[in-house]
């Protein structure tokens, strides 16, 4: 079950006015959906690689994996 977060927000007119054109270009039901949309589309590009969800999953399944002794680096990877 997933638990929403209620907040009251202070945005400018033009933030306003910006989540107003989201809602209708997307046929949203209300602005939360509108601030959503944004985050979603957005939120990725400004979240550092390491605080993602896909990368916190794929570090995980690296700490699974074996690992292999190197005694001569350049040897072991023919350099």
């Known amino acids: 079950m ?17 989540l107003n054109i989201v809602k ?17 589309e957005y939120g990725h590009d400004i979240l550092e690689p390491e605080l993602r969800p896909e990368f916190i999953e794929e570090m995980k399944k690296v700490s699974k994996e074996g690992t292999v ?8 990877f023919g350099l």
């Open 2 to 18: 997933m638990y929403m977060v209620q907040a009251m927000i202070n945005i400018s007119p033009e933030a306003n006015h910006v």
């Open 24 to 40: 209708a270009r997307y046929a949203l039901k209300d602005k939360s959906e509108a601030i959503m949309r944004v985050v979603e």
């Open 69 to 76: 002794r190197v005694t001569n680096f350049s040897e072991h």
